[in-house]
T-cell receptor, first 114, second 112 residues
Framework: DVKVTQSSRYLVKRTGEKVFLECVQDMDHENMFWYRQDPGLGLRLIYFSYDVKMKEKGDIPEGYSVSREKKERFSLILESASTNQTSMYLC?????????????FGNGTRLTVT | QKEVEQNSGPLSVPEGAIASLNCTYSDRGSQSFFWYRQYSGKSPELIMFIYSNGDKEDGRFTAQLNKASQYVSLLIRDSQPSDSATYLCAVIKFQGAQKLVFGQGTRLTINP
């Protein structure tokens, strides 16, 4: 089974802090994604990566950056956390070579910025 | 127009009945379609995918795809209280890098 592991289940940070959310997958997937999920807004794509050191902006990249130095690890960085970044963050991965390859999600990180 | 649209619900269905969840998409270039189930406080888990017109069955679940009308649906037969969750429809487009676009989800409640 694919395993996508997010480093923290719950995180509380202060406004202005730099925040790192880590995600590791063990299935050699090329594609990795970061979403945030908010009530009434659904899942929104922040950034995704289709290979090591490759990244593309999603729908809501402002205030975030990402890093993918190794294939198995995809990090989301909040450069200066703000209260409107309080949310559930979901990391996901998928194989690139099949049209019907699904996303596999991690357990999520619930981030609170105070 | 949103790329993927779902009725947010809540949809309430009696136990044992058929639950019908619908999803429409705007991009005719969309190729593959996924249904995820998400329990409260948990991450989404894959139920089914479909990429050919017609029906695809897996146990109590049936996915239906109609590319001409640009909709995909999920039927849950013999609904159980454990089916109560939010159901997310997701679509892959093939312009540029592949990424899944999600609908907002339909909240389903099965009443005993």
């Amino acid at each position: 089974d694919v395993k996508v592991t997010q480093s923290s289940r719950y995180l509380v940070k202060r406004t202005g802090e730099k925040v790192f959310l880590e995600c590791v997958q063990d299935m050699d997937h090329e594609n990795m994604f970061w979403y945030r999920q908010d009530p009434g807004l659904g899942l929104r794509l922040i950034y995704f990566s289709y290979d090591v050191k490759m990244k593309e902006k999603g729908d809501i990249p402002e205030g975030y950056s990402v890093s993918r130095e190794k294939k198995e690890r995809f990090s989301l960085i909040l450069e200066s956390a703000s209260t409107n970044q309080t949310s559930m963050y979901l990391c996901a991965s998928r194989r690139m070579d099949r049209n019907y390859s699904p996303l596999h999600f991690g357990n999520g990180t619930r981030l609170t910025v105070t | 127009q949103k790329e993927v649209e779902q009725n947010s619900g809540p949809l309430s269905v009696p136990e044992g009945a058929i639950a019908s969840l619908n999803c429409t998409y705007s991009d005719r270039g969309s190729q593959s379609f996924f249904w995820y189930r998400q329990y409260s406080g948990k991450s989404p888990e894959l139920i089914m995918f479909i990429y050919s017109n017609g029906d695809k069955e897996d146990g109590r679940f049936t996915a239906q795809l109609n590319k001409a009308s640009q909709y995909v649906s999920l039927l849950i037969r013999d609904s159980q209280p454990s089916d109560s969750a939010t159901y997310l429809c997701a679509v892959i487009k093939f312009q540029g890098a592949q990424k899944l676009v999600f609908g907002q989800g339909t909240r389903l409640t099965i009443n005993p």
